[in-house]
Nanobody, 123 residues
Framework: QVQLEESGGGTVQAGDSLRLSCALSAPSGRYDMAWFRQTPGTEREFVAAIRSTGGRTYYRESVKGRFTISRGNARNTMWLQMNNLKPEDTAVYYC?????????????????WGQGTQVTVSS
């Protein structure tokens, strides 16, 4: 059982930056990993993903050029650097992991989840 723990959320102004961290209880090198976010009353939506093999990254269209997903050298930490934040980025952000997420943009393909961290962006 892999455990994940997010940190780094907070309340910022539009245009500011935040860096979210996701710590894994096991080496992350074997896992596809991703960030999702959710607002009250909505489905959890894909934000960014990084493959275990090759490190290829993927982003939802609205965050391209502003967000960057990456892994640590020790490969048991993942980050989401969020720049030029907008009020519509406000959500609870979750990190997720799976040995092979066949559809990286779909939450049901990830077996392991963190508890979430709140990001609030004010205008």
């Amino acid at each position: 059982q892999v455990q994940l723990e997010e940190s780094g959320g907070g309340t910022v102004q539009a245009g500011d930056s935040l860096r979210l961290s996701c710590a894994l209880s096991a080496p992350s090198g074997r896992y596809d990993m991703a960030w999702f976010r959710q607002t009250p009353g909505t489905e959890r939506e894909f934000v960014a993903a990084i493959r275990s093999t090759g490190g290829r990254t993927y982003y939802r269209e609205s965050v391209k050029g502003r967000f960057t997903i990456s892994r640590g050298n020790a490969r048991n930490t993942m980050w989401l650097q969020m720049n030029n934040l907008k009020p519509e980025d406000t959500a609870v952000y979750y990190c997720a992991a799976d040995e092979r997420a066949h559809e990286y943009w779909t939450s049901r393909f990830y077996d392991f989840w963190g508890q979430g961290t709140q990001v609030t962006v004010s205008s």
